[in-house]
């Protein structure tokens, strides 16, 4: 490879791999990972099973105030109910009423 210009290795004691997304992450808690170096230009490649993790969505706080005032519920708890409805207003009242 070398020939061709290419230079491939190998980086060793990789502990965890990040990968952020809008959606969310994906993590590699183990991994292979090859530096490949070609024309200046390094590319890497990464091998391996990765876990995704959601990424929580941002609430407004207007949002969290008003599911409180609607549910007769403290802020944190109405915070809460957003984050597991994923932000959807009136789903975080209806489950808060339940």
């Known amino acids: ?3 061709l210009g ?4 190998q980086i060793e004691d990789v502990q965890s791999i990040v ?3 809008p959606k969310g992450n994906y993590i590699f808690d183990t991994a292979d990972v090859q ?3 070609m024309q200046g230009v390094t590319t890497y490649q ?3 099973t990765p876990r995704f993790e959601e990424a929580a969505p941002e609430i407004p706080k207007e949002d969290v105030t008003m599911v409180a005032a609607q549910a007769n519920v403290p ?3 109405a915070r ?8 959807d207003i009136a789903e975080a009242i209806m ?4």
């Open 46 to 48: 990464i091998t391996g």
């Open 19 to 21: 990968i952020r997304t």
């Open 80 to 87: 809460e109910a957003l984050v597991a409805t994923k932000g």
């Open 1 to 3: 490879m070398k020939k």
């Open 6 to 9: 290419m230079n491939v290795e």
């Open 75 to 77: 802020e944190e708890k």
């Open 35 to 37: 530096a490949m170096t």
């Open 95 to 98: 489950k808060l009423a339940s």
